[in-house]
């Protein structure tokens, strides 16, 4: 057995310092996740901080709510402020800031 601390997204980036500052990479990798953690970044606006997005979906687990629904507006809304790097479709991305040459 061991503890486990569950942090909000947003307020864990907020006392990181990240408003403050241009991270060159987030990776999100959590076992379905995901979506929950990408949405708070894009409609908080934090997206933006980041340079290069990367993440794994999982859109077959049985927990997830409208998964291929929730994927396309993620892909739709991280458009507005990065373009695709890499994409394996429903498995791992990675998403480039439109300002990075």
């Known amino acids: 057995n ?10 864990f980036i907020y006392r990181l310092g990240v408003p403050c ?3 060159d990479l987030i990776t999100i990798n959590c076992e379905g996740c ?3 953690i990408l949405e708070t970044l894009i409609s908080s606006g934090l997206i933006s901080k980041f ?3 990367q993440f794994a979906t999982h ?3 049985s927990h997830l709510e409208k998964p291929v629904q929730r994927y396309c507006e993620i892909q739709e809304r991280l458009a507005r402020t990065h373009v695709i790097d890499y ?5 791992w991305e990675t998403w480039k800031r439109k300002d990075i040459s």
């Open 2 to 11: 061991c503890e486990l601390k569950v942090f909000n997204t947003t307020n």
């Open 51 to 53: 340079r290069h997005v």
């Open 34 to 36: 995901e979506f929950e």
């Open 21 to 23: 500052l241009d991270i």
């Open 59 to 61: 859109p077959l687990l």
């Open 87 to 91: 994409q394996f479709k429903f498995c």
